[in-house]
């Protein structure tokens, strides 16, 4: 062996880089405890061992290994490749490029080791360090083999991520993979091997008894330990876990054994089912749980039913995410889900988020969703899908995508045009912290057509904003275009009485107008200069107090081709004269919405109302003209 100043610290300036390049070249062992590489080109050839207790490879300097490198920390903002191999003591901090093109990459510490760096490729990865390897990047890729020596750890620190496209050996079993979850967000990990054992954490953020929906990333974990509910039945002590059950339809406790249907007769496994969506509520805030056993891989399909009585919840399955990194709701391969109900040429899926107290939902074929639902379903998130018919959901690795792992909840066109779809979002929150709520207007489609259902809150002190629609309650609606909808009534409940606020979102610049009406108040707001409407509510309100406007409001003359009169029996409305559809709205003096007639055909229309001595407005719109007008009735 050949020892070059081993007790000499190398600082390689100008002067010494031609000479620092033939030893390397030469079949040589060196060892130096510091390099630093200021701009120079460092090749270790196939036949040569260096060993270096740092490396500090500066911007713009470039080592090549195809040899062995022996080292304790490497420093890197330059780059570094070749197909040697690294036995790496410390920590890799890189900036730069760091692609291992077939070599192998050992981490054989006896302390604990970080890997903090950029855009990363490694061929081979070891991890060989019994007090622990974290990975502390995002962008790093292994293209070989990832391979845990039994007894060591690999972590995957809270969001970050790691793309394994070739395999993973895990010989240190469920200790020896871990991906780490805290309140900074969840590890992410894509891969496509099969019998991997780890261990995957998720951070549950909130007070104690929030609901949360979960999803387990592994195939082999039992409802036990602190998964298991501890307490009497139905008196809210320990854990709730509740299952949907659609035919019925109810929520199922994980402790009745005794109320049809028990938790046994549509549970019939101690485990976590993949694919299937659980409701888990703690008793202790902000809990950091465990999925232990093997990673689910590959595809994973779940059984929907569509058998309930109530329409209102008919065809809704509770089902999650069952991988390791987040799914794409939008992903164009990797999804089999044609029995879902069909809304604006996509599929909907919906969310409980506890932060606003209510659902949100996103549709595949769409660019917005609502209450901070996005088309990015988290690891370990559970979410509701609404199917035609009894049948089946399947999702495969193709689904997977390192984007959106702490999503955790926490023009006319239509997918095959190319004009852009103009989205308008409203929230309504309640200054007293009882929740928020969204809807979405989009318009640019083809024609008018129901969006999203809305999914009520299971707190009857939540706000609920919702549009109607064809008898239907409607988180989302997808419409033509503002000439055709220049009116849309928007549907409010206040859970509590109290003071609320209506916001619209950063979407709405595409809009000439934008008019708010409130029926109670006889306020009009222009959102376009005042985004925020604050007003009081009570829960006895009517649901129809606010209507939006996408045109100016006008009001025609009473010489306009309608003829509203009372007649001592009933209020006539006479609509001989114009052509087409139109819309009939009757209000009292309060505002409250009395009688809604849609589409109404070009006939006298007769309406019976039954209070007598009092005022009512009646309201004739059509393409975005309305004629209003008085009426005594006596």
Same mark, same amino acid.
């Given at each position: 062996m050949k020892n070059l100043n081993k007790h000499t610290i190398f600082s390689l300036k100008w002067i010494s880089i031609a000479l620092l390049l033939l030893f390397l070249e030469l079949n040589l062992e060196i060892q130096a405890q510091y390099i630093s590489n200021n701009g120079a080109y460092i090749s270790i050839s196939s036949d040569t061992s260096v060993r270096i207790n740092t490396i500090n490879n500066e911007n713009a300097a470039t080592l090549s290994n195809k040899g062995v490198l022996d080292v304790s920390t490497i420093q890197n903002n330059g780059n570094i490749a070749g197909n040697g191999v690294y036995n790496i003591t410390g920590n890799i901090i890189s900036t730069g490029e760091f692609l291992n093109q077939s070599g192998t990459v050992n981490m054989q510490g006896t302390s604990a080791q970080t890997m903090e760096m950029g855009a990363t490729t490694f061929y081979n990865l070891t991890i060989d360090n019994a007090a622990a390897v974290t990975l502390n990047s995002e962008q790093t890729v292994l293209t070989n083999i990832l391979t845990i020596n039994s007894g060591k750890i690999f972590k995957i620190e809270a969001a970050k991520n790691l793309t394994v496209t070739g395999t993973i050996a895990n010989f240190g079993g469920t200790s020896g993979l871990v991906l780490k979850s805290n309140n900074t967000g969840t590890a992410s990990l894509i891969h496509n091997s099969s019998d991997v054992l780890g261990t995957v954490q998720r951070y549950i953020s909130g007070a104690p008894e929030e609901w949360h929906f979960l999803s387990a990333p592994v195939s082999d974990q039992s409802i036990s330990g602190s =998964?298991?509910?501890? @307490?009497?039945?139905?008196? $809210?002590? %320990? *854990? +709730?876990?509740? !299952?949907? #059950?659609?035919?019925?339809?109810?929520?199922?406790?994980?402790?009745?054994?005794?109320?049809?249907?028990?938790?046994?007769?549509?549970?019939?496994?101690?485990?976590?089912?993949?694919?299937?969506?659980?409701?888990?509520?703690?008793?202790?805030?902000?809990?950091?749980?465990?999925?232990?056993?093997?990673?689910?891989?590959?595809?994973?399909?779940?059984?929907?039913?569509?058998?309930?009585?109530?329409?209102?919840?008919?065809?809704?399955?509770?089902?999650?995410?069952?991988?390791?990194?987040?799914?794409?709701?939008?992903?164009?391969?990797? =999804?089999?889900?044609? @029995?879902?109900?069909?809304? $604006?040429? %996509? *599929? +909907?899926?919906? !969310?409980? #988020?506890?932060?606003?107290?209510?659902?949100?939902?996103?549709?595949?074929?769409?660019?917005?969703?609502?209450?901070?639902?996005?088309?990015?379903?988290?690891?370990?998130?559970?979410?509701?899908?609404?199917?035609?018919?009894?049948?089946?959901?399947?999702?495969?690795?193709?689904?997977?995508?390192?984007?959106?792992?702490?999503?955790?909840?926490?023009?006319?066109?239509?997918?095959?045009?190319?004009?852009?779809?103009?989205?308008?979002?409203?929230?309504?929150?309640?200054?007293?912290?009882?929740?928020?709520?969204?809807?979405?207007?989009?318009?640019?489609?083809?024609?008018?057509?129901?969006?999203?259902?809305?999914?009520?809150?299971?707190?009857?002190?939540?706000?609920?904003?919702?549009?109607?629609?064809?008898?239907?309650?409607?988180?989302?609606?997808?419409?033509?275009?503002?000439?055709?909808?220049?009116?849309?009534?928007?549907?409010?409940?206040?859970?509590?009485?109290?003071?609320?606020?209506?916001?619209?979102?950063?979407?709405?610049?595409?809009?000439?107008?934008?008019?708010?009406?409130?029926?109670?108040?006889?306020?009009?707001?222009?959102?376009?200069?005042?985004?925020?409407?604050?007003?009081?509510a009570d829960r006895n309100d009517s649901k129809d107090r606010f209507r939006l406007h996408f045109k100016p409001i006008t009001e025609e003359p009473l010489n306009a081709p309608v003829l509203i009169f009372y007649d001592g029996n009933e209020i006539n409305v006479d609509l001989t004269l114009l052509d087409g559809p139109t819309d009939i709205q009757i209000f009292d003096l309060l505002g409250r919405l009395i009688i809604n007639k849609k589409e109404a055909t070009a006939s006298v229309h007769r309406i019976q109302v039954y209070q007598k001595h009092a005022v009512f407005i009646v309201v004739v719109m059509r393409k975005g003209k309305a004629y209003k007008r008085k009426i005594l009735v006596r």
């Open positions: =998964w298991n509910p501890t @307490g009497t039945y139905g008196d $809210g002590t %320990g *854990y +709730d876990l509740y !299952i949907f #059950n659609e035919p019925t339809p109810c929520w199922t406790y994980q402790l009745n054994t005794t109320v049809a249907p028990t938790w046994a007769s549509i549970h019939p496994t101690l485990n976590f089912i993949e694919g299937r969506g659980y409701l888990y509520a703690a008793q202790a805030p902000n809990p950091t749980k465990e999925f232990i056993g093997l990673l689910n891989n590959g595809d994973i399909s779940y059984p929907l039913t569509s058998e309930s009585p109530d329409p209102d919840v008919k065809g809704f399955n509770l089902i999650g995410n069952p991988y390791t990194a987040a799914i794409d709701w939008k992903a164009s391969t990797g =999804w089999t889900r044609a @029995g879902l109900v069909s809304s $604006g040429g %996509g *599929y +909907d899926m919906w !969310i409980w #988020n506890p932060a606003v107290n209510n659902y949100g939902v996103y549709n595949s074929n769409a660019n917005s969703g609502t209450n901070g639902v996005t088309q990015y379903i988290a690891p370990t998130q559970g979410y509701f899908v609404r199917t035609a018919a009894n049948g089946s959901i399947t999702m495969s690795n193709a689904t997977q995508v390192n984007t959106g792992a702490s999503n955790w909840l926490k023009a006319k066109h239509i997918a095959t045009k190319n004009a852009e779809i103009n989205s308008f979002k409203v929230r309504i929150t309640s200054e007293e912290g009882y929740g928020s709520d969204e809807v979405l207007l989009q318009f640019g489609f083809p024609q008018n057509e129901p969006g999203a259902l809305k999914l009520f809150s299971e707190n009857e002190e939540a706000p609920s904003a919702y549009f109607q629609s064809k008898e239907q309650n409607l988180s989302v609606r997808y419409l033509t275009d503002v000439d055709e909808n220049s009116e849309i009534p928007l549907q409010f409940h206040a859970g509590k009485n109290g003071t609320y606020s209506l916001q619209i979102g950063t979407d709405s610049s595409s809009f000439d107008f934008l008019l708010l009406a409130d029926t109670k108040t006889d306020n009009v707001t222009n959102l376009k200069l005042h985004p925020t409407y604050k007003f009081t």
